[in-house]
């Protein structure tokens, strides 16, 4: 069977999200869209995780009307990349938040908490939980793993391996992130990212895998392409559309070209803000 998933978004206990992220209105916006497994974002927080075990269980997901919940949490290493976490079930949420807390300042209180650890070291507590992690929107110029790290080695070290899928993020698609012969063998993942329930933002982009029925196990054989499992489709934005495509003054938006952004040394020739680079061009570095 085809499943349509979206596997990270935010809980109204992340930073800047609206307090209508809760998972009847959050399941409701799924429906609507024709997403039946979304991720539950957020899933180490206490309070999220304490709503999300009141749903009942369906073989590691819980459900909420038509729509399914897989535990799943975005956190942000000590190089402020940000890594996406999926997890077979609320035990091992619990298991891995208890692991993580001696290494967070704010793991009770931001839903994607900071961590003062490396990606690998991160990588290491989600496989002892028995989950699966790769980079989270991987190109991306502020918390992409590719702004800060040449490659997936770089950043999860001897874990690099283990590694099954990146985040494309909506200022990239499949067409940019085949050019980085790393990525050969992994699965792409188009999610929303999504901080509100309204429906131009969850779902607004998402995945279609085979599977043979709704279960953590058969999500994460499809994310590893295993037994015939797979995805068979990412639906996302034109990257040309996403606010982090182009190379770009972060004040006053004025596009620049890479060797632009060089010969400027970062500064903006209008504003004198900071320019950025944009994914596109960090992908033709990295390509
Ligand atoms: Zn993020
Ligand atoms: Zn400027």
């Not at 085809?2 to 409701?28: C, F, P, T, W």
């Not at 990525?183 to 329930?197: G, I, V, Y």
């Not at 495509?245 to 209008?270: Q, V, W, Y």
Request: hydrophobic share 35%; aromatic share 6%; with cysteine.
């Amino acid at each position: 069977m085809l499943v349509n998933l979206d596997l990270h978004i935010h809980s109204r206990y992340s930073m800047a999200v609206s307090g209508d992220m809760e998972l009847g209105q959050i399941a409701k916006g799924a429906a609507h869209k024709g997403v039946k497994i979304v991720g539950t974002g957020d899933c180490l927080h206490p309070l999220w995780l304490e709503s999300i075990k009141k749903l009942p269980e369906d073989d590691g997901l819980r459900r909420q009307g038509d729509t399914l919940f897989l535990l799943s949490v975005e956190v942000e290493d000590s190089r402020r990349v940000h890594h996406l976490i999926l997890l077979p079930d609320t035990g091992k949420a619990e298991e891995l938040a208890e692991g993580f807390s001696p290494h967070s300042g704010n793991l009770h209180q931001d839903g994607r908490p900071r961590l003062h650890m490396s990606g690998a070291q991160i990588a290491d507590l989600v496989f002892e939980a028995e989950g699966l992690i790769g980079p989270a929107h991987a190109f991306t110029p502020w918390t992409g793993m590719y702004a800060y790290h040449r490659s997936l080695s770089e950043c999860y070290q001897e874990k690099a391996d283990r590694i099954r899928f990146i985040e494309l993020g909506l200022s990239a698609d499949s067409d940019y992130a085949d050019r980085i012969a790393e990525l050969s063998d992994k699965t792409f993942l188009s999610n929303s990212d999504a901080h509100s329930p309204r429906t131009n933002k969850l779902a607004r982009e998402f995945n279609q895998m085979e599977v043979e029925g709704c279960s953590y196990r058969e999500i994460a054989l499809a994310i590893c392409r295993e037994k015939g499992r797979g995805p068979t489709l990412n639906a996302g934005f034109f990257p040309g559309e996403g606010k982090y495509n182009r190379t770009a003054c972060t004040r006053c938006f004025h596009h620049f070209s890479a060797k632009e952004m060089n010969d400027l040394m970062g500064r903006c020739s209008h504003c004198q803000g900071q320019i950025k680079l944009g994914v596109a061009d960090r992908i033709d570095l990295l390509a």
